[in-house]
């Protein structure tokens, strides 16, 4: 229940007050020894202080999730947390540990058939090339995660690419295309 209520608050856009819940719950869970819950919570706080900004916060609630996850043998949990891991390490810049962890999750997602996580990770390497001003890379990225997005009436608040593909296509003088 506390990760639907978390999501709940995501879809709301109220991130920080998903994350102050998870983050609760998270300290309750450790009192109790409810390890095994502890790597679904962390990586579900993670996604919810990445969008609230707190960028210190997602990568150590995503590096414990991951490494939880693995330990405990909760294969889909540490594909979420990568996932996080690798948005991180697009908004930084840090190229080679965002391909790294970015391939990783590609594959995990692969086994488990997990298109979503899949085109995370591809918006995550847009982001990652648009940073570093590599704007037809980044298009070409960001078009195919807003196209599948598009053809099935797709829109996650925070993962939708709309605004940054806006942006690259800004960025190279495709105004219409912008404006569209």
């Known amino acids: 229940q506390a990760g639907r209520l978390a999501a709940a608050l995501g879809w709301l856009g109220r991130h920080e007050q998903a994350h102050a819940y998870l983050a609760e719950i998270v300290s309750r869970a450790r009192a109790a020894g409810a390890v095994g819950a502890l790597p679904h919570l962390l990586a579900s706080a993670s996604w919810q202080a990445l969008h609230a900004s707190r960028l210190n916060e997602a990568y150590a609630d995503a590096s414990e999730a991951f490494e939880l996850a693995e330990e405990l043998d909760q294969p889909v949990t540490a594909a979420q947390a990568l996932g996080v891991v690798t948005w991180l390490h697009a908004m930084k810049g840090d190229e080679a540990r965002c391909r790294t962890s970015g391939e990783e ?34 298009i070409g990225q960001l078009e195919s995660v807003a196209r599948h997005a598009d053809e099935r009436d797709l829109f996650i608040p925070g993962v939708s690419p709309q605004l940054e593909l806006a942006e690259a296509y800004a960025r190279a003088g495709r105004a219409e295309q912008s404006e569209a």
């Open 105 to 138: 999750t590609q594959r995990r997602a692969a086994e488990f058939g997990f298109t979503l996580y899949g085109l995370l990770v591809s918006l995550c390497f847009g982001l990652l090339e648009l940073g570093r001003g590599r704007v037809e890379e980044a």
